[in-house]
């Protein structure tokens, strides 16, 4: 009898683990193999489980579901074989879009796009982005990074305005704990200011935790701001393996032209005659022909109206203009159209970020209904014993 027992217990079906546990210890290996450094055993893992991914349509694996797809990239990048899964990322975001998992949508249009921007594949990354489906976003974390990638779009394609935008808009809702991300919108920023024409607070550098990583931009920034040229290439050069590593060393080659016309904002202001010999003195200009360079740079600076000048070409000279009042112009009604405008969206998205539970209205007048009644039955109560004292 005993082992007939034993033999019926061995012949017994096993019973199939939940889909949702399954995949949560997909992701448990995972996050050790990664964790331990082992990259090509994580990326089986990872394939192993994408593949079963693909055999499941429940809704209840969707969360799980986008983290495997973030580590499954994260493991390919690891290894240098980024570029491999970019076919099976655009078939999962397919599927996604067919289950109408808007998680893993959103996950994985961040996956393609740092694939595409890796590579340096900004149109490709852009048309992906612009035809990708549009929904409201389910998690601040993924919302963060697709406004960090677009703002990278749009500083490639010299859209900076809107670039900056989406940029600082990033750094504003990303955690505090993720330092590395807001460092890196930080460092595009700065770079997009500057492209702009505007000058970094000091506060931007001084940011707990921040100063180290941002101090390369920092000198930038001075060097900007001054308009030295000399000293611009010396940072340049200086850091320039730590602006590869950020992928902003051809944003910084664009800063040349700024740099010039600082320094000749700053002459025009200082002086109301000067020679172009000595304006390209000034600007210390290294081209074989340095004067014709400067009377080049004056009249396309006069040109775009950054400086309020003449060119006396007779005679070799910039003439500067009297500087009349900026309070006469329209420059202060600009600024504070920008400033009320700024003010005005970050209501309009605090309005849209409220919540409120549902039916709170009738909760409310219920509460209030409630209360008007406690309060007429004692009154009642102190009317009726009122009444009996007196006949007492």
Same mark, same amino acid.
């Given at each position: 009898?005993?082992?007939?027992?034993?033999?019926?217990?061995?012949?017994?079906?096993?019973?199939?683990?939940?889909?949702?546990?399954?995949?949560?210890? !997909?992701?448990?290996?995972?996050?050790?193999?990664?964790?331990?450094? #082992?990259?090509?055993?994580?990326?089986?893992?990872?394939?192993?489980?994408?593949? =079963?991914?693909?055999?499941?349509?429940?809704?209840?694996?969707?969360?799980?579901? +986008?983290?495997?797809?973030? !580590?499954?990239?994260?493991?390919?990048?690891?290894?240098?074989?980024?570029?491999?899964?970019?076919?099976?990322?655009?078939?999962?975001?397919?599927?996604?879009?067919?289950?109408?998992?808007?998680?893993?949508? &959103?996950?994985?249009?961040?996956?393609?796009?740092?694939? !595409?921007?890796?590579?340096?594949?900004?149109?490709?990354?852009?048309?992906?982005?612009?035809?990708?489906?549009?929904? &409201?976003?389910? *998690?601040? %974390?993924?919302?963060?990074?697709?406004?960090?990638?677009?703002?990278?779009?749009?500083?490639? %394609?010299?859209? !900076?305005?809107?670039?900056?935008?989406?940029?600082?808009?990033? +750094?504003?809702?990303?955690?505090?704990?993720?330092?590395?991300?807001?460092? %890196?919108?930080?460092?595009?920023?700065?770079?997009? #200011?500057?492209?702009?024409?505007?000058?970094?607070? #000091?506060?931007?550098?001084?940011?707990?935790?921040?100063?180290? +990583?941002?101090?390369?931009?920092?000198?930038?920034?001075?060097?900007?701001?001054?308009?030295?040229?000399?000293?611009?290439?010396?940072?340049?050069?200086?850091?320039?393996?730590?602006?590869?590593?950020?992928?902003?060393?051809?944003?910084?080659?664009?800063? #040349?032209?700024?740099?010039?016309?600082?320094?000749?904002?700053?002459?025009?202001?200082?002086?109301?005659?000067?020679?172009? $010999?000595?304006?390209?003195?000034?600007?210390?200009?290294?081209?074989?022909? $340095?004067?014709?360079?400067?009377? *080049?740079?004056?009249?396309?600076?006069?040109?775009?109206?950054?400086?309020?000048?003449?060119?006396?070409?007779?005679?070799?000279?910039?003439?500067?203009?009297?500087?009349?009042?900026?309070?006469?112009?329209?420059?202060?009604?600009?600024?504070?159209?920008?400033?009320?405008?700024?003010?005005?969206?970050?209501?309009?998205?605090?309005? =849209? +970020?409220?919540?409120? $539970?549902?039916? *709170?209205?009738?909760?409310?007048?219920? *509460?209030?209904?409630?209360?008007?009644?406690? %309060?007429?039955?004692?009154?009642?109560?102190?009317?009726?014993?009122? &009444?009996?004292?007196?006949?007492?």
């Amino acid at each position: 009898m005993e082992v007939d027992t034993a033999t019926s217990a061995t012949q017994a079906p096993l019973k199939h683990s939940l889909p949702e546990l399954e995949i949560y210890c !997909y992701l448990l290996v995972l996050l050790f193999l990664i964790d331990q450094k #082992r990259y090509n055993e994580a990326k089986a893992c990872s394939s192993a489980s994408v593949a =079963r991914l693909k055999n499941l349509n429940r809704r209840t694996v969707d969360v799980l579901a +986008a983290r495997l797809y973030f !580590y499954y990239s994260l493991s390919y990048e690891l290894t240098g074989d980024l570029g491999e899964i970019r076919g099976n990322l655009l078939a999962l975001h397919r599927i996604a879009t067919l289950r109408h998992d808007e998680l893993g949508q &959103e996950t994985l249009l961040n996956l393609l796009l740092r694939n !595409y921007l890796h590579y340096n594949l900004y149109d490709q990354a852009e048309k992906l982005r612009s035809k990708a489906p549009h929904f &409201e976003a389910h *998690s601040n %974390q993924q919302f963060c990074r697709y406004l960090f990638y677009l703002g990278k779009i749009r500083t490639i %394609q010299l859209e !900076y305005t809107d670039a900056k935008e989406s940029l600082l808009q990033a +750094a504003r809702k990303a955690p505090v704990a993720a330092l590395g991300f807001r460092v %890196q919108c930080n460092k595009w920023a700065v770079i997009v #200011r500057l492209l702009l024409g505007e000058i970094p607070e #000091r506060t931007v550098f001084m940011q707990k935790g921040m100063e180290k +990583a941002l101090r390369p931009y920092f000198e930038l920034t001075n060097a900007v701001r001054v308009g030295d040229l000399e000293l611009f290439k010396f940072v340049a050069e200086k850091f320039s393996t730590t602006f590869s590593s950020d992928g902003t060393q051809n944003l910084i080659v664009r800063l #040349r032209h700024n740099v010039i016309r600082t320094g000749l904002r700053n002459i025009n202001i200082s002086y109301s005659r000067i020679s172009l $010999p000595d304006v390209a003195k000034k600007l210390r200009l290294d081209s074989p022909n $340095p004067v014709a360079d400067a009377e *080049s740079i004056v009249a396309k600076a006069i040109r775009d109206g950054a400086i309020d000048a003449t060119l006396d070409h007779a005679n070799g000279l910039m003439v500067s203009k009297e500087t009349g009042d900026i309070y006469s112009t329209n420059e202060p009604q600009i600024a504070f159209n920008s400033r009320i405008a700024f003010c005005l969206n970050m209501h309009n998205e605090a309005v =849209r +970020a409220l919540q409120f $539970p549902p039916n *709170s209205h009738k909760e409310k007048a219920s *509460s209030e209904k409630r209360r008007e009644r406690q %309060q007429q039955e004692q009154e009642l109560a102190k009317h009726i014993a009122e &009444e009996d004292d007196d006949e007492f």
